[in-house]
């Protein structure tokens, strides 16, 4: 995805959430396939309430109901969804589940979460940066933690808007190598400033925001006690670390769930500094603006 896209789908979201630009029936008559492997909250209902809103219907398809359940594979699964609906969403384990429908569907494919990214999140994240600053160009974005999926869409999103991101993860635990290399290319054209750090408490000197998400992803069930321990309590955002940005302005974000005593306090995420339920609500209005761009 292009800057230019990203800032396109960014104004689009903010007049649909203004009421400045009417979308009501734009997708009449279109429906969207969701296609889950793994259970959800945010994803789910933000885009069957998405279709909706936009006039068009959502089918939700977790795969245990369906034939791939079975043994049958992704291109037949792809090829005959295609015949039915308009556009597929998927929320897979492996990121190439994604990359095999994408292949064999004739009908334009959605990331909604893999192993590997989350690019509606991280799309609806800037968004809700933009909205609370007003700005993007600037700002300073510190993520701490796990360099999961959303570490690597936030990273390649940073890394196209021009955004100082701040990466603070124990050794082992960055983001994919190859984001990284995306995102160093990308920086020489956009101006990005990308830095990793160990110390999560230098990484989030005079940010203005202030990031986590889940040490132990679904699908890590069994690595959970190990994580535990590499990341608790260094890698937690609490007061302390909030106090350690010196920005009495600085947001706390996180994309939910969040598990509670862990990557983050209660007092954190019930603080002013924390926007994390304009991050939620926000998905809806990002998502309409990406189905109607998918259809465009």
């Known amino acids: 995805m292009l800057p230019e896209d990203i800032w396109r789908l960014i104004f689009l979201t903010d007049g649909i959430k203004s009421g400045r630009i009417d979308v009501s029936d734009s997708l009449r008559g279109y429906v969207l396939g969701m296609i889950f492997e793994k259970p959800s909250t945010r994803t789910r209902v933000s885009f069957e309430v998405a279709m909706y809103e936009l006039g068009g219907h959502a089918i939700y398809l977790p795969t245990q109901t369906l034939q791939m359940s079975r043994g049958e594979s992704i291109k037949d699964t792809a090829k005959v969804l295609s015949r039915y609906v308009d ?3 998927a929320r897979v384990y492996s990121h190439s589940s994604l990359e095999e429908f994408a292949k064999y569907a004739d009908i334009p494919v959605i990331n909604g979460l893999s192993d590997l990214a989350h690019p509606v999140q991280a799309l609806s994240d800037y968004y809700t940066i933009y909205e609370h600053f007003g700005k993007l160009k600037g700002i300073k974005v510190a ?10 869409s936030l990273l390649m999103g940073a890394s196209k808007l021009g955004i100082e991101f701040n990466i603070a993860t124990p050794e082992g635990y960055e983001p994919s190598k190859i984001y990284l290399d995306y995102a160093k290319k990308f920086s020489l054209e956009s101006g990005a400033k990308i830095k990793l750090y160990r110390d999560p408490h230098e990484a989030v000197k005079g940010v203005d925001v202030i990031y986590t ?3 132990v992803s679904m699908g890590q069930e069994a690595e959970a006690e190990e994580r535990r321990r590499v990341f608790l309590p260094r890698y937690q955002v609490n007061m302390k670390l909030i106090e350690s940005a010196g920005n009495e302005d600085v947001v706390f974000m996180h994309c939910l769930p969040a598990h509670r005593g862990e990557e983050v306090t209660d007092e954190v995420i019930d603080s002013k500094y924390s926007i994390v339920y304009d991050q939620a609500e926000n998905r809806l209005h990002m998502q309409k603006a990406i189905l109607l761009w998918m259809v465009d």
């Open 87 to 89: 556009i597929l969403m």
């Open 143 to 152: 993520y701490v933690g796990d360099g999961n999926n959303v570490a690597n």
């Open 213 to 215: 998400d889940t040490f």
